[in-house]
């Protein structure tokens, strides 16, 4: 009978069924409403799954939810009804635990016995087939072996610990491991705080003060100290490790002999921005130092302080060490013996045990959180790592860094030098007034007054130069980005094989330029919004037609407006001189490339752009005067 002709012959709402492929599992996937008779429930339900032919349990809670969905127009499908029994595999005799495990045990708990085997079992799915285990063997004994810290109690078949620790169970084996240990220097004993034990009861302070005082403890144990952080264990419902249950007292050692810094320093932390927020980057200048300036005075070691271990042994404490100090340039040993002047003007530093003053800041390592932002007003700076993401470098001379630059500000008066490469993934820029070398950029911004030579490759980069761009030494590729410089280009390839937009050329403007050019458009719309006002006839015929009152208004509205055309054709002479000087300027200057120029790169000299639209091999382009075009030989 199909769904329809049941509909019309049943006056009782009627689910249909569908089950799982494996058979295990009932569920209900159609519904119809009932015509009169009895609505949806559990009883019908269950009725219509007998009726079925199904003879396993029904789920009572999914039948209830079923109906339940049914009647409030809710989702059904997805709910098992009726669930198959599984086989039951055979199953070896295990350990059971007596409690959590993952709480500790104390000594004489007992906290595991036998669990015994498990005889395999026949399964039946809900359409009636017998499912057979698939394991057929017959479960042998466990053979247990004890480990450290546990023994077996006989008569309560158990298994105890000799310890307060944690119950470990693997491979049948079974041991203890401690939950508190004595430190090699023997002067704390430290251990994880739980808040109960494997079987629920609480742990206090004079639990764990007994288990310390076993171990050997004879120094005053703090219940306090205790009691507070097994109250926060149990708040957070975790245990606390690594916690110091019970602490002598370290030996303190002498301070050894040190310098006492007489110079202005940086803050070591950071500095607070104008919000109060602290910037952990900027930690000011580094600071300078005059000629006969006093630098530094030496201090002597001090004698230690003894400690106490847990058994209440005393242990004796180091005196420190006398610091030898090694004079570098510019420094001075005062007469005194231990007073130190400078010899010139620089940056006084400490290196080594070599106090110098120095006109190049030596930074050992990376720039990042444990050097923050460096700056000298004088000088320079050498960096003998990298300058981490983020950072910022100054110096009013030359930045020599030894490692690589990434995504950080740099400013240098002169030369730039990277060893390594200059990668800016995350921002940063470099600005020189003299020229910028590096072995590789890779999506780096560069502004340079003088030369940038890149010794490889140049990807995704923006670099603008009052000199020359040189990439010849290594490989010499040009990858993508904006290349621009004002007295030439020199390069081994540019552009990629896959077309990789990239643009070079022959910059000529200045900012004088776009100044000129600002103000003659705001000169000649003063212009034609006066002439939209007074029209353009001639003055006379203007005030011709205008009263007399008026006259003298209008008298200053034509003045105005001459002065302004008369700073039109100024602005407009000087424009076309500074075009003139450009196009000199551009006259001799050379995009020169030793291999290959591939398609998607952009020539451009000023404003004109020419697009590579097939691969060329060796050319140079340059400006033609006379056509006034870029052309390439």
Not at 57 to 79: H, L, S, W, Y
Request: aromatic share 4%; net charge neutral; hydrophobic share 40%.
């Amino acid at each position: 009978m199909t769904d329809e002709e049941a509909l019309k012959t049943s006056p009782d709402a009627i689910f249909r069924f569908s089950m799982s492929e494996d058979g295990m599992k009932l569920g209900v996937n159609r519904y119809f409403p009932p015509n009169g008779g009895q609505g949806p429930s559990v009883a019908l339900l269950k009725a219509q799954v007998a009726a079925a032919g199904v003879r396993l349990p029904v789920d009572e809670d999914a039948a209830k939810r079923i109906v339940e969905a049914v009647k409030t127009g809710g989702e059904f499908r997805g709910i098992t009804l009726v669930r198959g029994i599984p086989p039951q595999e055979p199953q070896e005799a295990a350990l059971a635990g007596l409690g959590n495990l993952e709480f500790p045990v104390f000594p004489e708990d007992r906290f595991l016995r036998f669990r015994p085997a498990t005889e395999a079992a026949d399964g039946q799915s809900i359409d009636g087939r017998i499912l057979h285990p698939k394991g057929t063997f017959s479960p042998k004994p466990v053979k247990v072996t004890v480990g450290d810290n546990v023994a077996w109690d006989p008569a309560k078949e158990a298994y105890y610990s000799q310890v307060w620790g944690m119950a470990r169970i693997r491979d049948n084996k079974i041991w203890v491991d401690p939950v508190a240990h004595i430190t090699p220097d023997e002067v704390e004993v430290v251990g994880t705080i739980f808040h109960k034990d494997f079987q629920d009861k609480p742990i206090t302070p004079q639990r764990i003060e007994k288990e310390l005082r076993d171990m050997g403890v004879l120094i005053p144990v703090d219940l306090q100290i205790l009691a507070e952080k097994l109250r926060q264990a149990a708040e957070m419902s975790m245990p606390l490790p690594n916690q110091v249950l019970v602490q002598g007292a370290h030996p303190v050692p002498g301070r050894d002999g040190w310098l006492e810094s007489l110079v202005a320093t940086r803050e070591e932390t950071g500095t607070e921005d104008e919000a109060g927020r602290l910037d952990f980057r900027d930690r000011g200048v580094y600071p300078m130092v005059s000629t006969g300036q006093i630098i530094g005075r030496l201090h002597p070691p001090t004698p230690g302080e003894g400690g106490i271990d847990i058994y209440g042994k005393t242990i004796p404490a180091h005196a420190g060490r006398e610091l030898k100090i090694t004079l570098g340039e510019n420094v001075l040993l005062q007469n005194d013996g231990v007073t130190y002047s400078s010899k010139a003007q620089g940056v006084a530093v400490m290196e080594q045990h070599t106090l110098s003053v120095t006109q190049c800041l030596l930074v050992q390592g990376n720039v990042d959180l444990n050097s923050g932002n460096v700056k000298v007003e004088h000088g320079s700076i050498k960096i003998l790592g990298s300058i981490q993401a983020g950072f910022s470098v100054s110096a009013p001379r030359h930045v020599l860094v030894e490692g690589s630059i990434e995504s950080a500000n740099v400013y240098a008066g002169g030369l730039v030098e990277v060893k390594g490469g200059i990668l800016m993934p995350d921002g940063g820029e470099i600005v020189s007034d003299g020229r910028v070398i590096a072995n590789y950029a890779v999506g780096a911004r560069i502004r340079a007054k003088h030369d940038v030579v890149i010794a490889n490759e140049i990807q995704n980069s923006a670099i603008r130069t009052d000199g020359k761009l040189v990439a010849l030494s290594g490989k010499g590729t040009v990858q993508g980005g904006v290349i621009l410089a004002r007295k030439g280009i020199e390069v081994n390839e540019l552009g990629s094989e896959l077309g990789v937009a990239t643009t070079v050329g022959i910059i000529v403007e200045e900012a004088e330029d776009e100044k000129l050019r600002e103000e003659r458009i705001k000169v000649v719309q003063a212009i034609k919004k006066i002439e939209a006002t007074l029209g353009t006839e001639p003055p006379e015929a203007l005030l011709a037609r205008t009263s007399e009152a008026k006259r003298p208004a209008l008298i200053s509205i034509i003045k105005h407006r001459k002065a302004l055309v008369q700073r039109r054709e100024v602005l407009s002479g000087k424009i076309h001189r500074l075009q003139q000087r450009h196009q000199e300027e551009m006259q001799g200057v050379t995009i020169k490339v030793k291999k290959f120029i591939h398609p998607g790169t952009t020539i451009a000299f000023g404003k004109t752009r020419k697009k590579v639209e097939k691969r060329l091999e060796a050319s140079t382009f340059y400006w033609d005067v006379e056509k006034r075009d870029v052309l390439f030989r």
